[in-house]
């Protein structure tokens, strides 16, 4: 969608075809932003404003390698932009893995985020909670946790999640860090939100994280002096406690018929005399990143995880540039930027496509995409447009302000389903 609104502002005379694999478009924007966090809101209303441009289509449902194949996309479009994202969640690899209350930190994000068909989560008897990354993927499970349930009724959190989290109060969240303090890449905002919350202990682990290396930039100093400043200051008769362990790694989660507990030992070269040691935890989140999805038939580099690429022009496996064909995003960087970057690929992406249509690299094509439709329909795919995405929406939001909420988002997939379909 980034693409789509900077290629809309930029060819006047462009058409764009938006396929979405999911019933419901704006992925991340919808489902991977924290419900008290203004930015997604802020995205899907910019979205929003461009749904209604003839020159723009949905097509939801439609699962690209499968109902529709790379060789008919590059037969059908004058250019075809890869923005598929950072899908497929990356594992410890470590015994206890499997053992129930031990989930990744998308079906965490699916679930309070109102992902349908997202598993659901109950925290009856969860206490204490290992989130194993500290990345704003793990700092954000961390606060949705120990913040007040209270604070999110202004959200769009799904109802049933909100119960949950009021009826369940979460008392210790130790986040793990295989990396120390030089290393740690933060965003200011969400972590001073994280170690802010009212009535919640921070506590560090080592207890002083410097000192720090001449070349560490001023962004992580930042980051080190707002940890030790909020662990500096006792909170009395806290109500949870936020424990960030740095140059920690999980070894095993331990367990008989679910998880018990996470061991942990350092990764501290030097050694800190902390040893091998373990934390009690009822639920375990690992947030350590994910991979770009396969696409069957599209180039993949294993070394990188992603969709290889130069200059945003997608390459083969020997490098050669592979003409109408772009990648942008996490497909070509991984998911390890924020909306920033995305934006700024998507403008990469506009220059590029600019410069080979002048180059006259971009023929156009016969039979031309008003031939997809047909070839969908021959295979039983009916995809999902604008229209669908707008009803359901707007159901949401009766739903929302018949209990005083923003929306109530839908989240049993066959619901979703027959509203998006009008069935």
């Known amino acids: ?39 997604g809101e802020m995205l899907a209303q910019r979205f929003e404003e461009i749904t209604g441009d003839p020159r723009l289509r949905l097509l939801a449902g439609v699962k690209v390698g499968s109902d529709i194949t790379r060789a008919e996309l590059t037969a059908h479009y004058d250019a075809v932009v890869w923005a598929v994202g950072a899908s497929e969640p990356r594992h410890l690899g470590i015994p206890g893995e499997q053992l129930p209350g ?47 349930a209270q604070s999110f009724t202004a959200t769009h959190m799904p109802p049933q999640v909100l119960a949950e989290l009021a009826a369940h109060r979460v008392r210790r969240v130790s986040v793990l860090n295989r990396s120390g303090a030089a ?59 936020l424990h960030i362990a740095l140059s920690r790694r999980p070894v095993a989660i331990l367990g008989n018929e679910r998880a018990e507990a996470v061991r942990v030992e350092s990764t501290d070269a030097r050694g800190d005399g902390s040893g091998v040691r373990e934390y009690a935890a009822q639920l375990v989140v690992t947030a350590v990143g994910d991979d770009v999805a396969h696409v069957p038939d599209l180039p993949w580099d294993p070394a990188t995880r992603t969709i290889p690429s130069r200059e945003t022009r997608l390459i083969d496996d020997n490098g050669v540039v592979q003409v109408g064909e772009y990648v942008t995003g996490w497909a070509a960087r991984g998911n390890v930027a924020g909306f920033g970057s995305t934006r700024r690929d998507a403008a990469q992406v506009s220059a590029a496509l600019d410069g080979d249509h002048r180059g006259g690299l971009l023929g156009a094509p016969q039979p031309g995409p008003e031939h997809v439709d047909a070839l969908l329909a021959r295979r039983g795919v009916s995809p999902i447009g604008w229209e669908g995405w707008h009803r359901l929406t707007a159901l949401e939001a009766v739903r929302g302000t018949e209990i005083g909420r923003p929306s109530a988002r839908i989240v049993d997939p066959e619901e979703q389903d027959a509203v998006v379909r009008g069935s």
């Open 1 to 39: 969608m980034h693409c789509a609104v900077q290629l809309l502002g930029e060819f006047a005379q462009i058409h764009i075809d938006v396929f979405e694999q999911r019933s419901v478009p704006y992925g991340l924007v919808r489902h991977g932003t924290a419900p008290d966090h203004v930015e």
């Open 102 to 148: 031990v989930c990744t930190a998308d079906d965490f994000f699916g679930w309070y985020t109102g992902l349908a068909g997202a598993p659901q989560f109950s925290l009856a008897g969860v206490r204490e909670v290992v989130v194993v990354g500290f990345g704003d993927v793990g700092q954000d499970v961390a606060r949705i946790l120990l913040k007040p």
């Open 183 to 241: 290393r740690l890449k933060l965003k200011p905002r969400v972590l001073r939100e994280l170690v802010s919350l009212p009535n919640v202990a921070v506590e560090l682990e080592p207890p002083q994280l410097g000192p720090l290396p001449d070349d560490v930039d001023r962004k992580t100093r930042d980051s080190v002096l707002a940890l030790e400043e909020a662990a500096r200051h006792p909170t009395a008769d806290p109500s949870g406690h």
